[in-house]
């Protein structure tokens, strides 16, 4: 093993270049980085926005919800707890919003926000054993910071949730688990484990992968890169599921299944295919920057990410291509690949921090000024019919979050509604949740709840005839929805404000957008 791999980075580099000593911080700089910090983690929501109840927050949110209500979601618990059930997430942010006294949705904003600044800090430190120059370790920080909703290739990942997720804290966890894998504190990387696993098993699956791949010898891994051994790479499946391997998914599951493209590499864009390949080259690149100019660390992670993300290609090839394996399909292999694009993020910016922005703010402002209004504009286009920052106890500017709010404030908490099954991509609706935010039951849609459908096919039956049910939704008539409460027992629907059955129904909230009416 070579002598880098083996000495804690940051006092291996000290040892091995002169310059080192010139970048000792003053005595103040505890106060700095913190405050430093904490501007840049401000930053972050005034350009990617915050949102409360989008996307896979319609999962989470009313499992928290439910440990501070227990009387809410009596008719479609099934439908979010088995994915929530396996960690801790929801328990933590429930107990936290008990123990401050403070609204739910404040507490999760400070989760936001403090798991961003750890993620933050963690991208810090990990510079700070790339990259000798303080200017260098700002700008990877600061990059960071400017593109966390980045899309991870084709994986349907960002960086860093535009809400809360506990993809964020966990992935902050795992980067101080990697950070002493580096230094080789391998009692305390230990430490960090437990708590990500609580958050997210899946992300820390993959930081322990990656973590393994830090300690391997250097001869062993110039052995692979010369060669790669697609057998070895199948292992992997065994920490998946050997079940999986036998079953074949039932009908209503891979109806399911097939409702997510990003889970087949085959069905991926050229440019999402682009997105594997690429960053392999950029790491490649940097690999051999790092020898060339003394930088052994930057080398040393880039050339191990680099074999990393050629692993995980590998498996996603074999998990996610033959049919026989299509059980392993929600695994998502490819996700392996959102530690890849972190780090490729924070390289980046340390390389151009150290040979082309420097000392020149005008440097700074052109790059960091355009890239942000373009993060902005992105989010703005992807939620143009919602406020950018959703803060606690402000109105909401959304017509179908005034609606959920009404459902919330005055129908009884064993209602049972009946929606779209395809209402997340509505227009206006930007993919937040009706269960989520309106605090009711509700049928199974087709878009967020399929994915639970994939880990837990136990319910797939129940997804399946909910999702054929409301097949012709938009020509429903008062019959049809008379029929979906003696067939479901729903009593109440939200419907588009032009569907054709708004005067059939008695329908006691309007809006421009949507209805909500109670079937008799």
């Given at each position: 093993?070579?002598?880098?791999?083996?000495?804690?980075?940051?006092?291996?580099?000290?040892?091995?270049?002169p310059?080192?000593?010139?970048?000792a911080?003053?005595?103040?700089?505890?106060l700095?980085?913190?405050?430093?910090?904490?501007?840049?983690?401000?930053?972050?929501?005034?350009?990617?926005?915050?949102?409360?109840?989008i996307?896979?927050?319609?999962?989470?949110?009313?499992?928290?919800?439910?440990?501070?209500?227990?009387q809410l979601?009596?008719?479609?618990?099934?439908l979010?707890a088995?994915?929530t059930?396996?960690?801790?997430?929801?328990e933590?942010?429930?107990?936290?919003?008990?123990l401050?006294?403070?609204?739910?949705?404040?507490?999760?904003?400070?989760?936001?926000?403090?798991?961003?600044?750890?993620?933050?800090?963690?991208?810090?430190?990990?510079?700070?054993r790339?990259?000798?120059?303080?200017?260098?370790?700002?700008?990877?920080?600061?990059?960071?910071?400017a593109?966390?909703?980045?899309?991870?290739t084709?994986?349907?990942?960002?960086?860093?949730?535009?809400?809360?997720?506990?993809?964020?804290?966990?992935?902050?966890?795992?980067?101080?688990?990697?950070?002493?894998?580096?230094?080789?504190?391998?009692?305390?990387?230990?430490?960090?484990?437990?708590?990500?696993?609580?958050?997210?098993?899946?992300m820390?699956?993959?930081?322990l992968?990656?973590a393994?791949?830090?300690?391997?010898p250097?001869?062993?891994?110039?052995?692979?890169?010369?060669?790669?051994?697609p057998?070895?790479?199948?292992?992997?499946?065994v920490?998946?599921?050997?079940l999986?391997?036998?079953?074949?998914?039932?009908?209503?599951?891979?109806?399911?299944?097939?409702?997510?493209?990003?889970?087949?590499l085959?069905r991926?864009?050229?440019y999402?295919?682009?997105?594997?390949f690429?960053?392999?080259?950029?790491?490649?690149?940097?690999?051999?920057?790092?020898?060339?100019?003394?930088?052994?660390?930057?080398?040393?992670?880039?050339?191990?990410?680099?074999?990393?993300a050629?692993?995980i290609?590998?498996?996603?090839c074999?998990?996610?291509?033959?049919?026989?394996?299509?059980?392993l399909?929600?695994?998502?292999?490819?996700?392996?690949?959102?530690?890849?694009y972190?780090?490729?993020?924070?390289?980046s910016?340390?390389?151009l921090?150290?040979?082309?922005?420097r000392?020149?703010?005008?440097?700074?402002v052109?790059?960091?000024?355009?890239?942000?209004?373009?993060?902005?504009?992105a989010?703005?286009?992807?939620?143009?019919?919602?406020s950018?920052?959703?803060l606690?106890?402000v109105?909401?500017?959304?017509?179908w979050?005034?609606?959920?709010?009404?459902?919330?404030?005055?129908?009884?908490?064993?209602a049972?509604?009946?929606?779209?099954?395809?209402?997340?991509?509505?227009?206006?609706?930007?993919?937040?949740?009706?269960?989520?935010?309106?605090?009711?039951?509700?049928?199974?849609d087709?878009?967020k709840?399929?994915?639970?459908?994939l880990?837990f096919?136990?319910?797939?039956?129940?997804?399946?005839?909910?999702?054929?049910?409301?097949a012709?939704?938009?020509?429903?008539?008062?019959?049809?929805?008379?029929?979906?409460?003696?067939?479901?027992?729903v009593?109440?629907?939200l419907?588009?404000?032009?569907?054709?059955?708004?005067?059939?129904?008695?329908?006691?909230?309007a809006?421009?957008?949507?209805?909500?009416?109670?079937?008799?």
């Amino acid at each position: 093993m070579n002598r880098v791999a083996i000495q804690p980075l940051e006092q291996a580099y000290i040892t091995s270049s002169p310059q080192a000593t010139v970048c000792a911080l003053p005595a103040n700089s505890k106060l700095f980085t913190a405050a430093m910090l904490l501007l840049l983690t401000l930053a972050a929501p005034l350009i990617h926005g915050y949102h409360v109840g989008i996307e896979d927050q319609g999962i989470y949110l009313p499992a928290v919800k439910q440990h501070l209500q227990p009387q809410l979601y009596s008719r479609d618990t099934e439908l979010f707890a088995p994915q929530t059930r396996p960690t801790l997430f929801d328990e933590a942010v429930a107990f936290s919003s008990q123990l401050t006294h403070l609204p739910l949705e404040a507490t999760m904003l400070l989760w936001h926000l403090a798991s961003i600044y750890l993620l933050l800090w963690g991208c810090l430190r990990i510079a700070r054993r790339c990259f000798v120059s303080r200017r260098a370790q700002w700008v990877s920080v600061a990059m960071v910071a400017a593109l966390l909703t980045l899309g991870v290739t084709g994986t349907g990942l960002s960086l860093v949730d535009e809400y809360l997720h506990p993809r964020t804290p966990a992935t902050a966890l795992l980067l101080l688990m990697l950070i002493d894998v580096l230094d080789r504190k391998l009692w305390r990387a230990i430490l960090w484990v437990g708590p990500a696993a609580l958050l997210h098993i899946q992300m820390t699956f993959y930081a322990l992968l990656l973590a393994g791949f830090f300690l391997l010898p250097g001869k062993w891994i110039s052995a692979r890169l010369r060669s790669i051994n697609p057998i070895a790479a199948a292992l992997l499946l065994v920490n998946f599921s050997l079940l999986s391997l036998f079953q074949k998914g039932s009908e209503a599951w891979l109806e399911a299944a097939r409702t997510r493209s990003s889970h087949y590499l085959l069905r991926w864009t050229w440019y999402e295919w682009l997105g594997i390949f690429g960053p392999m080259v950029f790491l490649w690149w940097y690999g051999r920057i790092g020898n060339r100019q003394n930088l052994s660390r930057l080398s040393f992670i880039a050339r191990r990410l680099l074999l990393f993300a050629i692993f995980i290609f590998v498996v996603a090839c074999i998990a996610t291509i033959p049919p026989a394996f299509e059980r392993l399909t929600p695994y998502q292999p490819m996700r392996g690949f959102h530690l890849v694009y972190l780090f490729l993020v924070l390289l980046s910016g340390g390389l151009l921090g150290k040979f082309v922005l420097r000392r020149s703010v005008a440097r700074w402002v052109l790059l960091f000024v355009p890239l942000s209004l373009a993060m902005f504009h992105a989010q703005r286009q992807l939620y143009a019919a919602s406020s950018h920052i959703e803060l606690p106890e402000v109105a909401p500017q959304n017509r179908w979050l005034q609606a959920f709010d009404w459902v919330r404030h005055n129908t009884p908490a064993d209602a049972y509604f009946a929606i779209d099954s395809n209402y997340l991509d509505a227009p206006g609706n930007d993919m937040h949740g009706f269960r989520a935010l309106a605090e009711r039951s509700v049928m199974a849609d087709a878009i967020k709840d399929s994915g639970v459908v994939l880990l837990f096919p136990a319910i797939a039956e129940r997804w399946r005839n909910e999702v054929h049910a409301r097949a012709n939704w938009k020509q429903f008539r008062r019959a049809d929805f008379e029929k979906l409460r003696r067939d479901f027992g729903v009593d109440w629907v939200l419907i588009s404000a032009s569907h054709p059955a708004g005067g059939e129904l008695s329908c006691p909230y309007a809006n421009e957008a949507v209805r909500v009416c109670h079937i008799p």
